[in-house]
């Protein structure tokens, strides 16, 4: 496996992880999206939310 990939797999599901239990992805318009393109996208996800790199966004009163 990839460097990312195995990253990934620790992060969501490893022990002290996460504790994923089902993931879907889907690569868009892209079909040629590799597992390793896709484990990179969710390694910068979960470092932005950990670092606290992110807006919040409220859809129940619409957007600020």
């Known amino acids: 496996m990839g460097q ?3 990253l ?3 992060r969501l599901f490893g022990k002290d992880a996460l504790a994923v239990k089902n993931v ?7 079909r040629e999206t590799t597992s390793e393109e ?3 996208q969710i ?3 979960l470092s932005q939310l950990e670092s606290g790199d992110f807006d919040e966004v409220d859809f129940e009163n619409g957007p600020a």
């Not at 879907?24 to 892209?30: C, E, F």
């Open 38 to 40: 896709f484990a990179e």
């Open 43 to 45: 390694n910068k996800a």
């Open 24 to 30: 879907k992805l889907y690569p868009g318009t892209n």
């Open 4 to 6: 990312q990939l195995d």
């Open 8 to 10: 990934a797999k620790n």
